[in-house]
């Protein structure tokens, strides 16, 4: 079992940078596939990135490609969030999962098991 914390959010202007963090526990975290979602008020939750166990296969949501970047480092057991150029549209709490998986990584919010209790992202106009 991984536990999950989320880092990083905050308040920003348009146009401006975040990276966020999710640092899980465990020994086994390398193991994971990892993702990122957010909620915005009154919407469901939509996918934003995801990363394979390994690092080496990476998706993103067309909202955010070429603006955000997914990466981690399994000696630190952490998953990183950069946000660039970010938009009011960005607004939402962000959050991250992670699920065991050898191979690839996932899409869907109903295929991880373990979610972090979300940080808040606000970009001003």
């Known amino acids: 079992q991984v536990q999950l914390v989320e880092s990083g959010g905050g308040l920003v202007q348009a146009g401006g940078s975040l990276r966020l963090a999710c640092a899980a526990s465990g020994r086994t975290f390398s193991s994971y596939a990892m993702g990122w979602f957010r909620q915005a008020p009154g919407k469901e939750r939509a996918f934003v990135a995801a990363?394979?166990?390994?690092?080496?296969?990476?998706y993103y949501a067309d909202s955010v490609k070429g603006r955000f970047t997914i990466s981690r480092d399994n000696a630190k057991n952490a998953v990183y969030l950069q946000m660039n150029n970010l938009k009011p549209e960005d607004t939402a709490v962000y959050y991250c999962?992670?699920?065991?998986?050898?191979?690839?990584?996932?899409?869907?919010?109903?295929?991880?098991?373990?979610w972090g209790q979300g940080t808040q992202v606000t970009v001003s106009s």
């Open positions: 990363i394979s166990w390994s690092g080496g296969s990476t």
């Open positions: 999962a992670g699920r065991l998986s050898s191979s690839t990584y996932y899409t869907r919010s109903y295929d991880y098991s373990y």
